[in-house]
Protein backbone atom coordinates (compact mmCIF):
# COMPACT_ATOMS: atom_id res chain seq x y z
CA UNK A 1 0.00 0.00 0.00
CA UNK A 2 1.04 3.78 -0.60
CA UNK A 3 0.62 6.41 1.96
CA UNK A 4 -2.16 8.52 2.00
CA UNK A 5 -1.27 11.98 0.01
CA UNK A 6 0.40 14.18 2.33
CA UNK A 7 1.89 17.65 2.11
CA UNK A 8 5.44 17.95 2.65
CA UNK A 9 7.31 20.95 4.54
CA UNK A 10 11.32 20.86 5.14
CA UNK A 11 11.92 24.04 7.62
CA UNK A 12 15.56 24.94 8.23
CA UNK A 13 15.42 25.95 11.72
CA UNK A 14 13.82 24.46 15.02
CA UNK A 15 11.41 27.82 15.19
CA UNK A 16 10.06 27.02 11.61
CA UNK A 17 9.05 23.34 12.01
CA UNK A 18 7.19 24.82 15.70
CA UNK A 19 5.25 27.68 13.40
CA UNK A 20 4.53 25.24 11.18
CA UNK A 21 3.19 22.57 13.87
CA UNK A 22 0.95 25.62 15.60
CA UNK A 23 -0.06 26.31 12.20
CA UNK A 24 -1.21 23.58 9.95
CA UNK A 25 -3.85 21.20 10.95
CA UNK A 26 -3.10 17.29 10.75
CA UNK A 27 1.03 17.94 10.93
CA UNK A 28 3.38 15.13 11.96
CA UNK A 29 6.99 15.51 12.26
CA UNK A 30 9.71 13.26 10.20
CA UNK A 31 12.42 12.57 11.60
CA UNK A 32 14.76 9.26 10.22
CA UNK A 33 11.43 8.16 8.34
CA UNK A 34 12.50 4.27 9.62
CA UNK A 35 9.42 4.26 11.50
CA UNK A 36 6.89 6.52 10.35
CA UNK A 37 7.10 5.85 6.69
CA UNK A 38 5.88 2.15 7.67
CA UNK A 39 2.69 3.39 9.33
CA UNK A 40 2.15 5.47 6.76
CA UNK A 41 2.34 3.16 3.90
CA UNK A 42 -0.17 0.44 6.13
CA UNK A 43 -2.55 3.76 6.46
CA UNK A 44 -2.22 3.59 9.83
CA UNK A 45 -1.15 7.00 10.10
CA UNK A 46 -3.07 9.36 7.81
CA UNK A 47 -1.07 13.01 8.53
CA UNK A 48 -2.36 15.69 5.95
CA UNK A 49 1.20 17.44 6.68
CA UNK A 50 4.87 15.99 7.44
CA UNK A 51 7.14 18.89 9.18
CA UNK A 52 10.65 17.43 7.68
CA UNK A 53 13.66 18.14 10.49
CA UNK A 54 15.76 16.71 8.32
CA UNK A 55 16.61 20.11 7.47
CA UNK A 56 17.04 21.36 10.16
CA UNK A 57 21.23 21.59 11.12
CA UNK A 58 21.64 22.25 14.45
CA UNK A 59 19.53 19.51 16.22
CA UNK A 60 21.88 16.74 15.30
CA UNK A 61 24.59 16.68 17.81
CA UNK A 62 25.85 14.80 20.66
CA UNK A 63 27.96 17.05 23.20
CA UNK A 64 29.40 17.13 27.05
CA UNK A 65 27.73 19.54 29.45
CA UNK A 66 28.79 19.86 33.07
CA UNK A 67 27.00 17.22 34.71
CA UNK A 68 26.33 14.80 31.49
CA UNK A 69 25.79 14.59 27.87
CA UNK A 70 23.10 16.24 25.75
CA UNK A 71 21.87 14.82 22.52
CA UNK A 72 19.70 16.58 19.78
CA UNK A 73 16.70 15.16 18.42
CA UNK A 74 18.14 14.51 15.64
CA UNK A 75 21.43 12.50 15.64
CA UNK A 76 21.65 9.40 14.29
CA UNK A 77 21.52 5.82 15.57
CA UNK A 78 24.88 5.39 13.72
CA UNK A 79 26.41 8.26 15.91
CA UNK A 80 25.50 7.24 18.97
CA UNK A 81 26.72 3.66 18.56
CA UNK A 82 29.85 5.10 17.07
CA UNK A 83 30.37 8.41 20.04
CA UNK A 84 33.54 8.36 21.62
CA UNK A 85 32.15 10.93 24.10
CA UNK A 86 28.88 8.75 25.04
CA UNK A 87 31.32 4.89 25.11
CA UNK A 88 33.82 7.18 27.86
CA UNK A 89 31.21 8.65 29.90
CA UNK A 90 27.43 6.34 29.50
CA UNK A 91 28.34 3.73 27.57
CA UNK A 92 24.85 2.44 27.74
CA UNK A 93 23.73 4.22 24.96
CA UNK A 94 26.26 3.03 22.18
CA UNK A 95 25.51 -0.30 23.29
CA UNK A 96 21.58 0.34 23.20
CA UNK A 97 22.11 2.06 19.37
CA UNK A 98 24.33 -0.62 18.08
CA UNK A 99 21.55 -2.75 18.32
CA UNK A 100 18.73 -1.49 16.68
CA UNK A 101 17.88 -3.22 13.36
CA UNK A 102 20.73 -3.19 10.56
CA UNK A 103 23.00 -0.22 9.39
CA UNK A 104 20.55 0.73 6.96
CA UNK A 105 17.90 1.88 9.91
CA UNK A 106 20.55 3.00 12.04
CA UNK A 107 21.99 5.33 9.38
CA UNK A 108 18.82 7.17 9.20
CA UNK A 109 16.75 6.65 12.68
CA UNK A 110 17.17 9.13 15.39
CA UNK A 111 16.72 9.05 19.17
CA UNK A 112 14.19 12.10 18.90
CA UNK A 113 12.12 9.51 16.21
CA UNK A 114 12.52 6.93 18.74
CA UNK A 115 11.16 8.91 21.24
CA UNK A 116 8.68 9.96 19.31
CA UNK A 117 7.60 6.76 18.37
CA UNK A 118 7.84 5.98 22.72
CA UNK A 119 7.58 2.10 21.24
CA UNK A 120 7.78 0.14 25.06
CA UNK A 121 10.30 -2.06 23.07
CA UNK A 122 12.25 0.65 22.42
CA UNK A 123 15.93 0.96 23.10
CA UNK A 124 16.89 4.55 24.18
CA UNK A 125 13.43 4.50 25.98
CA UNK A 126 14.71 2.45 29.04
CA UNK A 127 17.84 3.16 29.09
CA UNK A 128 17.01 6.62 29.32
CA UNK A 129 14.76 5.69 32.45
CA UNK A 130 17.57 3.61 33.59
CA UNK A 131 19.42 6.75 33.55
CA UNK A 132 16.84 9.58 34.45
CA UNK A 133 17.81 11.27 31.55
CA UNK A 134 15.47 14.45 30.78
CA UNK A 135 13.91 15.41 27.55
CA UNK A 136 14.14 19.18 26.57
CA UNK A 137 10.76 19.71 24.53
CA UNK A 138 10.17 23.17 22.69
CA UNK A 139 6.58 24.84 21.48
CA UNK A 140 6.10 28.45 20.59
CA UNK A 141 5.02 29.01 23.72
CA UNK A 142 8.60 27.88 25.24
CA UNK A 143 10.64 25.37 26.68
CA UNK A 144 9.82 22.43 29.29
CA UNK A 145 12.11 19.35 30.71
CA UNK A 146 10.36 16.55 31.50
CA UNK A 147 11.71 13.47 33.46
CA UNK A 148 12.46 10.56 30.94
CA UNK A 149 10.17 8.34 33.26
CA UNK A 150 7.80 10.69 33.21
CA UNK A 151 6.94 11.68 29.86
CA UNK A 152 6.17 7.45 28.55
CA UNK A 153 2.62 7.88 30.11
CA UNK A 154 1.00 4.92 28.80
CA UNK A 155 1.47 2.34 25.67
CA UNK A 156 2.63 4.62 22.77
CA UNK A 157 1.07 7.60 24.42
CA UNK A 158 3.30 10.48 26.04
CA UNK A 159 3.49 13.60 27.47
CA UNK A 160 4.30 15.74 24.53
CA UNK A 161 1.74 18.13 22.73
CA UNK A 162 0.54 18.44 19.02
CA UNK A 163 2.68 21.43 19.29
CA UNK A 164 6.02 20.62 21.06
CA UNK A 165 8.33 18.79 19.58
CA UNK A 166 11.61 17.12 20.90
CA UNK A 167 14.33 19.24 20.80
CA UNK A 168 17.34 17.45 22.67
CA UNK A 169 17.46 14.92 25.77
CA UNK A 170 20.09 15.18 28.99
CA UNK A 171 21.55 12.25 30.55
CA UNK A 172 23.52 13.46 33.72
CA UNK A 173 26.71 10.93 34.63
CA UNK A 174 25.78 11.48 38.15
CA UNK A 175 26.03 8.92 40.09
CA UNK A 176 27.59 6.99 37.68
CA UNK A 177 31.45 8.06 37.17
CA UNK A 178 33.18 6.30 34.23
CA UNK A 179 35.70 4.71 36.57
CA UNK A 180 33.86 2.32 39.12
CA UNK A 181 30.51 2.27 36.82
CA UNK A 182 29.59 -0.51 34.53
CA UNK A 183 26.62 -0.46 32.03
CA UNK A 184 24.91 -2.77 29.89
CA UNK A 185 22.16 -3.06 27.49
CA UNK A 186 21.16 -6.28 27.01
CA UNK A 187 18.22 -7.55 24.21
CA UNK A 188 17.12 -10.82 23.60
CA UNK A 189 16.05 -11.17 19.87
CA UNK A 190 14.89 -13.67 17.56
CA UNK A 191 16.89 -12.23 14.92
CA UNK A 192 19.12 -9.76 14.20
CA UNK A 193 16.88 -6.88 12.28
CA UNK A 194 13.56 -7.96 14.60
CA UNK A 195 12.47 -5.67 17.72
CA UNK A 196 13.62 -7.14 21.38
CA UNK A 197 10.86 -9.35 22.90
CA UNK A 198 13.01 -8.30 25.92
CA UNK A 199 15.69 -5.90 26.24
CA UNK A 200 17.33 -4.67 29.98
CA UNK A 201 19.28 -1.99 31.00
CA UNK A 202 21.80 -1.32 33.99
CA UNK A 203 24.15 0.42 35.71
CA UNK A 204 26.03 -0.59 38.64
CA UNK A 205 28.36 1.69 40.49
CA UNK A 206 31.15 -0.23 42.85
CA UNK A 207 32.94 1.20 45.67
CA UNK A 208 36.35 -0.45 45.18
CA UNK A 209 37.47 -2.15 41.58
CA UNK A 210 40.62 -3.63 43.73
CA UNK A 211 38.68 -5.05 46.19
CA UNK A 212 38.47 -8.43 46.07
CA UNK A 213 34.71 -8.35 46.13
CA UNK A 214 33.85 -4.79 45.40
CA UNK A 215 30.18 -3.46 47.51
CA UNK A 216 27.32 -2.16 44.61
CA UNK A 217 27.22 1.31 45.64
CA UNK A 218 24.45 2.05 43.55
CA UNK A 219 22.52 0.10 40.78
CA UNK A 220 19.76 0.88 38.13
CA UNK A 221 17.68 -1.54 36.29
CA UNK A 222 15.42 -1.03 33.08
CA UNK A 223 13.50 -3.38 30.87
CA UNK A 224 11.95 -3.08 27.33
CA UNK A 225 8.85 -4.49 25.93
CA UNK A 226 7.87 -5.58 29.33
CA UNK A 227 5.13 -3.31 30.30
CA UNK A 228 2.95 -0.72 28.10
CA UNK A 229 5.86 1.86 29.44
CA UNK A 230 9.82 1.11 29.77
CA UNK A 231 9.91 0.12 33.43
CA UNK A 232 12.13 0.98 36.09
CA UNK A 233 11.99 -1.47 39.02
CA UNK A 234 13.68 0.48 42.07
CA UNK A 235 12.31 -2.82 43.94
CA UNK A 236 14.95 -5.31 42.61
CA UNK A 237 17.87 -2.37 42.57
CA UNK A 238 17.46 -2.13 45.58
CA UNK A 239 18.36 -5.71 46.73
CA UNK A 240 21.90 -5.87 44.90
CA UNK A 241 22.70 -2.53 46.97
CA UNK A 242 24.90 -2.56 49.73
CA UNK A 243 26.82 -6.00 49.20
CA UNK A 244 29.15 -7.50 46.64
CA UNK A 245 27.15 -8.75 43.88
CA UNK A 246 26.28 -12.43 44.92
CA UNK A 247 23.83 -15.41 43.61
CA UNK A 248 21.50 -14.71 46.03
CA UNK A 249 20.93 -10.61 45.67
CA UNK A 250 21.00 -11.77 41.43
CA UNK A 251 18.28 -14.67 42.15
CA UNK A 252 16.03 -12.43 43.93
CA UNK A 253 16.79 -8.99 42.10
CA UNK A 254 15.16 -11.43 38.65
CA UNK A 255 12.43 -12.85 41.11
CA UNK A 256 12.01 -9.08 42.08
CA UNK A 257 11.74 -7.89 38.07
CA UNK A 258 9.29 -11.01 37.07
CA UNK A 259 6.75 -10.16 39.64
CA UNK A 260 7.06 -6.38 38.82
CA UNK A 261 7.10 -6.84 35.16
CA UNK A 262 3.69 -6.48 32.92
CA UNK A 263 4.57 -7.51 29.37
CA UNK A 264 1.61 -8.34 26.88
CA UNK A 265 1.50 -11.60 25.04
CA UNK A 266 3.48 -11.97 21.26
CA UNK A 267 3.19 -14.60 18.66
CA UNK A 268 6.28 -15.88 19.74
CA UNK A 269 6.54 -14.97 23.69
CA UNK A 270 3.54 -15.38 25.33
CA UNK A 271 3.30 -13.47 28.60
CA UNK A 272 4.83 -15.64 31.31
CA UNK A 273 7.51 -16.35 29.01
CA UNK A 274 8.52 -12.61 28.47
CA UNK A 275 7.82 -11.84 32.84
CA UNK A 276 10.48 -14.98 33.24
CA UNK A 277 12.72 -13.58 30.51
CA UNK A 278 12.94 -10.32 31.73
CA UNK A 279 13.88 -11.71 34.86
CA UNK A 280 16.99 -13.72 33.65
CA UNK A 281 18.06 -11.06 31.23
CA UNK A 282 17.78 -8.43 33.99
CA UNK A 283 20.06 -10.70 36.02
CA UNK A 284 22.26 -11.56 33.30
CA UNK A 285 22.36 -7.78 32.33
CA UNK A 286 23.48 -6.30 36.15
CA UNK A 287 25.97 -9.34 36.36
CA UNK A 288 27.95 -8.06 33.29
CA UNK A 289 27.48 -4.57 34.54
CA UNK A 290 29.11 -5.86 37.43
CA UNK A 291 32.15 -7.09 35.70
CA UNK A 292 32.38 -4.24 33.62
CA UNK A 293 32.85 -1.95 36.58
CA UNK A 294 35.79 -3.72 37.91
CA UNK A 295 37.21 -3.84 34.40
CA UNK A 296 36.84 -0.10 34.83
CA UNK A 297 39.76 1.19 36.43
C1 LIG B 1 13.28 -3.39 10.86
C2 LIG B 1 13.31 -2.43 12.02
C3 LIG B 1 13.74 -2.88 13.25
C4 LIG B 1 13.78 -2.01 14.35
N1 LIG B 1 14.24 -2.47 15.54
C5 LIG B 1 14.31 -1.63 16.59
C6 LIG B 1 14.83 -2.06 17.85
O1 LIG B 1 15.22 -3.20 18.03
N2 LIG B 1 14.88 -1.15 18.86
C7 LIG B 1 14.49 0.17 18.69
O2 LIG B 1 14.59 0.96 19.62
N3 LIG B 1 14.02 0.60 17.51
C8 LIG B 1 13.91 -0.26 16.47
N4 LIG B 1 13.41 0.21 15.28
C9 LIG B 1 12.89 1.59 15.18
C10 LIG B 1 14.00 2.57 14.86
O3 LIG B 1 14.75 2.81 16.03
C11 LIG B 1 13.43 3.90 14.38
O4 LIG B 1 14.48 4.60 13.82
C12 LIG B 1 12.82 4.81 15.43
O5 LIG B 1 11.92 4.19 16.25
C13 LIG B 1 12.12 5.97 14.80
O6 LIG B 1 13.07 6.93 14.53
P1 LIG B 1 13.02 7.79 13.24
O7 LIG B 1 14.04 8.83 13.38
O8 LIG B 1 13.09 6.92 12.05
O9 LIG B 1 11.57 8.48 13.37
P2 LIG B 1 10.36 8.62 12.34
O10 LIG B 1 9.98 7.30 11.80
O11 LIG B 1 10.65 9.68 11.35
O12 LIG B 1 9.25 9.16 13.37
C14 LIG B 1 8.73 8.33 14.37
C15 LIG B 1 7.74 9.10 15.25
O13 LIG B 1 8.43 10.06 16.05
C16 LIG B 1 7.92 11.37 15.83
N5 LIG B 1 9.06 12.27 15.92
C17 LIG B 1 10.18 12.25 15.16
N6 LIG B 1 11.04 13.19 15.59
C18 LIG B 1 10.46 13.83 16.62
C19 LIG B 1 10.85 14.92 17.48
N7 LIG B 1 12.04 15.53 17.36
N8 LIG B 1 9.97 15.30 18.44
C20 LIG B 1 8.78 14.69 18.58
N9 LIG B 1 8.35 13.66 17.82
C21 LIG B 1 9.19 13.25 16.83
C22 LIG B 1 7.28 11.32 14.44
O14 LIG B 1 6.29 12.30 14.28
C23 LIG B 1 6.72 9.91 14.42
O15 LIG B 1 5.48 9.87 15.09
C24 LIG B 1 13.37 -0.65 14.17
C25 LIG B 1 12.93 -0.19 12.93
C26 LIG B 1 12.90 -1.06 11.85
C27 LIG B 1 12.43 -0.54 10.51
Same mark, same amino acid.
Given at each position: ?8 ? $? ?7 ? *? ?11 ? @??? #?? @? ?13 ? &??? @? /? &??LAYV ?8 ? +??? =? ?6 ? #? ?6 ? !??LPEA =? ?13 ? @?????EADP ?21 ? #? ?10 ? %???? &?? $? ?5 ? #? ?26 ? !? ?18 ? /? *? ?13 ? $? ?8 ? +? ?5 ? +? ?10 ? /? ?6 ? =???? %? ?15 ? %?? $??? *???
Open positions: MKPAPFTHH $RPESVEEAL *ELLAELEEAELLA @GNQ #SL @GIVMANRLATPDHLV &DLN @G /V &DDEETDDGVRI +GAM =ARHRTLER #SALLEERL !PM =AAQIAGPAVRNRGTI @GGSIGAGNYPAALVALEGTLHLRSLEG #SRDVPADEYFVA %YMFT &DL $REDELIE #SVSVPTDPFPPARTGMTFLELKRAAQTW !PTVSAATAVRIDDPDAEDPV /V *EDARIALANAADVPL $RVPDAEEVVV +GEPLSEA +GLAEAAERVTAA /VEPEGEMH =ADRE %YKEAVAGEYAKRSLETS %YE $RAI *ESC
